[in-house]
């Protein structure tokens, strides 16, 4: 009687010990899951700029008014900015129609204006979001070109880069990242985790 009694003691302590150590892993996992996470998104912010051969210019869909929205002002300004510093050798402008009626085209062309760049330095071309980066290659491949700048907000910036590999080489698209809206970090933060993964 007293062995039986003894191996059942002896079977709960290992079971009880197995657990803590599976805890101990799973917190270990969790650990290096979100310094990964971080790790991935702080890296962002150490993105450099090389030349390139052209900077592209996205329509913003939450446009409603005639004063460009914040998203879009930051991305416009920070484009603006690379081009001055001779950072590519033409502006591509991708709009889709507005379901505000609001002319982007007319809002983003003022602003670059407003900075003296020449009228000729920038081309305009009707696409769907979905053709952005189709449409981008092919502009590319009639000018013998290779290489895009593509400004985008901080947390699409993986999203951003994912879109236009399916078109472009992963090695041939630089993203500027700018940041917009705190309120966004939290999905944001997963969401370039998620597409760091599907590049």
Known sequence: MVVPRKKRKYTRKKKYNFWLYS?????????????????INWKILFSWVYNSDLLVITWDNKQNSNKLSGNLENKVSQSIELFKNNSAKKILILWDKNIFKIDEVALIKNKISQNDIWEGNIAYQNSSMLSYPKNTNLFLEENDWNNIILVSDFWDYYNSKFQYTQKISENNIQVIAVYVWILDSIWGIFKNYYYYWKI
């Open 23 to 39: 805890k101990k892993i799973i917190k270990i996992f969790i650990i290096l899951l979100i310094a990964h996470i971080i790790f």
